[in-house]
């Protein structure tokens, strides 16, 4: 069965970095996009980061500059590096990916982590 699982969330001040990491286990045969969405209280979960099999990558507006998110096709992990955290970034962050897996119906199908919460806050 195919997972993904997030770590690396935490409470931090506001200027601070944070590494979130995520990893998916289970028989896979390729992960196509990787992403990273986030959802803060009252809010609808956005789009934060995104990063292709050939390591193009796209951001939103709102962390583009701070945020850097990158991948290990090899070990299945992506990662997200957020640096000058503001309390507007506090949210629950969400791995997304687009996986094939190996037997069973063909795919790609969609895949979410169940979040880490990132707290920015003094």
């Known amino acids: 069965q195919v997972q993904l699982v997030e770590s690396g969330g935490g409470l931090v001040q506001p200027g601070g970095s944070l590494r979130l990491s995520c990893v998916a286990s289970g028989d896979i045969l390729r992960i196509d996009e990787m992403e990273w969405h986030r959802q803060a209280p009252g809010k609808e979960r956005e789009l934060v980061a995104k990063?292709?099999?050939?390591?193009?990558?796209n951001y939103a507006a709102s962390v583009k500059g701070r945020f850097t998110i990158s991948r290990d096709n090899v070990k299945k992990t992506a990662s997200l590096e957020m640096k000058s955290l503001a309390p507007e970034d506090t949210a629950v962050y969400y791995c997304?990916?687009?996986?094939?897996?190996?037997?069973?119906?063909?795919?790609?199908?969609?895949?979410w982590g169940t979040g880490t919460q990132v707290t920015v806050s003094s």
């Open positions: 990063i292709t099999r050939g390591l193009i990558t």
């Open positions: 997304h990916a687009v996986i094939e897996p190996r037997g069973g119906p063909v795919g790609p199908f969609p895949f």
